[in-house]
T-cell receptor, first 114, second 113 residues
Framework: NAGVMQNPRHLVRRRGQEARLRCSPMKGHSHVYWYRQLPEEGLKFMVYLQKENIIDESGMPKERFSAEFPKEGPSILRIQQVVRGDSAAYFC????????????FGQGTRLTVV | QKEVEQDPGPLSVPEGAIVSLNCTYSNSAFQYFMWYRQYSRKGPELLMYTYSSGNKEDGRFTAQVDKSSKYISLFIRDSQPSDSATYLCAMSEASGSARQLTFGSGTQLTVLP
């Protein structure tokens, strides 16, 4: 859905570098979700945020990954010291409702770690 | 065992055929059921969602949920080449901290002209 904006669309990082993925939700949406899609697999939940709060990060790896959704500006998914296994498509979704039934996805950021 | 099982296909049908896509699940707490369509290298696009059991129709698409069998289906009538995509089922619980969607692995569909 064009309403959820993600950038960059493609990101190449060398092993050990940091990756920053940005997501601007649809207008009026205050709930943001990050998902990761590995090749030939479905989307896996990572984290659910509201403005200035992390609500559920049960899908986030314990190390190197962090997410924020500040009062002003986009939501950021940050991956420190990237490894080849982090190569995937990362999708952001936004919703006006807590339950996330009508979550609209962005076009994704394709991260390649070389 | 995965929480949501979906036959990955690939599935090829001739134009005009009726397509049936299915998912099974194990978590009885799932209350919301969704179907997304994903074109290659694009984001998932919400097609339909239903709450609890029953049927829902939208144009050429019909979604069915059978909670007693833990089985959901998406039917596409008069399929078109533009329907060629990967179809993902997704589910969520109604309340609590489990607000995330749990996805199937997707079924790749090709509609041949």
């Amino acid at each position: 859905n064009a309403g959820v904006m993600q950038n960059p669309r493609h990101l190449v990082r060398r092993r050990g570098q940091e990756a920053r993925l940005r997501c601007s939700p649809m207008k009026g949406h205050s709930h943001v979700y990050w998902y990761r899609q590995l090749p030939e697999e479905g989307l896996k939940f990572m984290v659910y945020l509201q403005k200035e709060n992390i609500i559920d990060e049960s899908g986030m790896p314990k190390e190197r990954f962090s997410a924020e959704f500040p009062k002003e500006g986009p939501s950021i998914l940050r991956i420190q010291q990237v490894v080849r296994g982090d190569s995937a498509a990362y999708f952001c979704a936004s919703s006006p409702l807590e339950v996330g039934t009508e979550a609209f996805f962005g076009q994704g950021t394709r991260l390649t770690v070389v | 065992q995965k929480e949501v099982e979906q036959d990955p296909g690939p599935l090829s049908v001739p134009e005009g055929a009726i397509v049936s896509l299915n998912c099974t699940y194990s978590n009885s707490a799932f209350q919301y059921f969704m179907w997304y369509r994903q074109y290659s290298r694009k984001g998932p696009e919400l097609l339909m969602y239903t709450y609890s059991s029953g049927n829902k129709e939208d144009g050429r698409f019909t979604a069915q949920v059978d909670k007693s069998s833990k089985y959901i289906s998406l039917f596409i009538r008069d399929s078109q080449p533009s329907d060629s995509a990967t179809y993902l089922c997704a589910m969520s619980e109604a309340s609590g901290s489990a607000r995330q969607l749990t996805f199937g692995s997707g079924t790749q569909l090709t509609v041949l002209p």
